[in-house]
């Protein structure tokens, strides 16, 4: 079965400063691997995709992801943190033959001043 | 557009009980899914229904059952509630059922199991 692992459940970075979240997957065939994001008492919002195109990916707000299958990763950068990237980012990998998407346990970002 | 909808916002049940959470997909998508999040974990997959069909089942108890209608719209029911089953479940919608497709999330219903 497919899975990811996220490493580091908290990550705190200052403003201005590199986002690098990470997030290593396994499988057994090449996988669709996503981002998204989740503030507080909101649904998930999708950063970016991964389906087998480009190895570097870019989403919304300035993040990219880039698909190392040497490495089996799929790390989340940001060059400059904001405050309004608080929040939690969860990893995901979903099969090709339907939407049954396996998340990793989140990260926790946090943005100081 | 509007996004996905997820009927009710909140509820709060006694052990036992049973409880149907809805959801309404973006206009034009014919695949749902369900996810149960509880609080400090990522989404667990418990269905995908595509086309009114069942396409994919998560690890989950045949307390949970979910279906899909003409219009797509779906419902998740889950009987014999326990308290562990108190989390955020969220539906989401995309055009297609295969992976590589976008899955748009709703605001999730939270689910409070006294």
């Known amino acids: 079965a497919q899975s990811v692992t996220q490493l580091g459940s908290h990550v705190s970075v200052s403003e201005g400063a590199l986002v690098l979240l990470r997030c290593n997957y396994s499988s057994s065939v090449p996988p669709y691997l996503f981002w998204y994001v989740q503030y507080p008492n909101q649904g998930l919002q999708l950063l970016l995709k991964?389906?087998?195109?480009?190895?570097l990916v870019k989403g919304i707000n300035g993040f990219e992801a880039e698909f190392k299958k040497s490495e089996t990763s799929f790390h989340l950068t940001k060059p400059s943190a904001h405050m309004s990237d608080a929040a939690e980012y969860f990893c995901a990998v979903s099969e090709v033959k339907n939407n049954d998407m396996r998340f990793g346990a989140g990260t926790r970002l946090t943005v100081k001043p | 557009d509007a996004g996905v909808t997820q009927s009710p916002t909140h509820l709060i049940k006694t052990r036992g009980q049973h409880v149907t959470l809805r959801c309404s997909p973006i206009?034009?998508?014919?695949?749902v899914s369900w996810y149960q999040q509880v609080l400090g974990q990522g989404p667990q997959f418990i269905f995908q229904?595509?086309?009114?069909?069942?396409?994919g089942r998560g690890n989950f108890p045949d307390r949970f059952s979910a279906r899909q209608f003409p219009n797509y719209s779906s419902e998740l029911n889950v009987n014999a509630l326990l308290l562990g089953d108190s989390a955020l479940y969220l539906c989401?919608?995309?055009?297609?059922?295969?992976?590589?497709?976008?899955?748009?999330f709703g605001p999730g219903t939270r689910l409070t199991v006294t």
């Open positions: 991964y389906t087998s195109a480009a190895t």
């Open positions: 229904y595509y086309e009114k069909e069942e396409r």
């Open positions: 206009s034009g998508h014919k695949s």
């Open positions: 989401a919608s995309s055009l297609g059922g295969q992976g590589a497709y976008e899955q748009y």
